[in-house]
């Protein structure tokens, strides 16, 4: 079984411009999570899904973030207009069971390195 | 307000040593606590999962223990490998889904 994926791997854009990332969790999640991590910070939650709704987008840090999971499969996370400050690696995850189930595991993709310049 | 700290940032130790590492969280209300491992360049490996409700989980080499009570886990490493190797992290997760993360433990094992 495949496990969540995300793409690109790297991104390198300038200033005001916009970046989309895309996340593919496992098949079958209903649940899929973005985090981030910048630079000599903790990873923080942004926000969650349970299929093709939002469920808590309370870790988004500002309008120019957009995150879209059409169909309740793939995710995308936008960017636009980039800062500085976005830099960092963005996570995916996807878990199986209901959110209050108390062991659904989080599988996590191998993230994408955002560098703003 | 949820804080999880790892101590120490940074652990050396020699090949074939046991070793633990810490994980404190500040609010006892968890559903579950994760530990993870991310190796330079790559994402998050999920090691055990421990549910609010046990104690420990063993997987191989790896145990982690949960006392809620105190706000602290532990992830003992048994008979350490060069392999081993990597930044641990522990995430707790409360009454929602969102995970709170320590800045994890880089550990180093020399051969």
């Known amino acids: 079984e495949a496990g969540v994926t995300q793409f690109p791997s790297h991104s390198v854009i300038e200033k005001g411009q916009t970046v989309t990332l895309r996340c593919d969790p496992i098949s079958g999640h209903d649940n899929l999570y973005w985090y981030r991590r910048v630079m000599g910070k903790e990873i923080k939650f942004l926000l969650h899904?349970?299929?093709?709704?939002?469920?808590?987008e309370s870790g988004m840090p500002n309008n120019r973030f957009l995150a879209e999971r059409t169909g309740g499969t793939y995710s995308t996370l936008k960017v636009q207009p980039a800062e500085l400050e976005d830099s960092g690696v963005y996570f995916c995850?996807?878990?199986?069971?209901?959110?209050?189930?108390?062991?659904?595991?989080?599988?996590f993709g191998p993230g994408t390195r955002l560098t703003v310049l | 307000k949820q804080e999880v700290t790892q101590i120490p940032a940074a652990l050396s130790v020699p090949e074939g040593e046991n070793l633990v590492l810490n994980c404190s969280f500040t609010?006892?209300?968890?559903?579950?606590l994760q530990w993870f491992r991310q190796d330079p360049g790559k994402g998050l490996t999920s090691l055990l999962l421990?549910?609010?409700s046990q104690r420990e989980q063993t997987s191989g080499r790896l145990n982690a223990s949960l006392d809620k009570s105190s706000g602290r886990s532990t992830l003992y490493i048994a008979a350490s490998q060069p392999g081993d190797s990597a930044t641990y992290l522990c995430a707790v997760r409360r009454s929602n889904y969102q995970l709170i993360w320590g800045a994890g433990t880089k550990l180093i094992i020399k051969p």
């Open positions: 609010d006892s209300a968890i559903y579950n």
């Open positions: 899904f349970v299929k093709e709704s939002k469920q808590d």
């Open positions: 421990i549910q609010s």
């Open positions: 995850a996807s878990s199986h069971a209901g959110p209050l189930a108390g062991g659904n595991e989080q599988f």
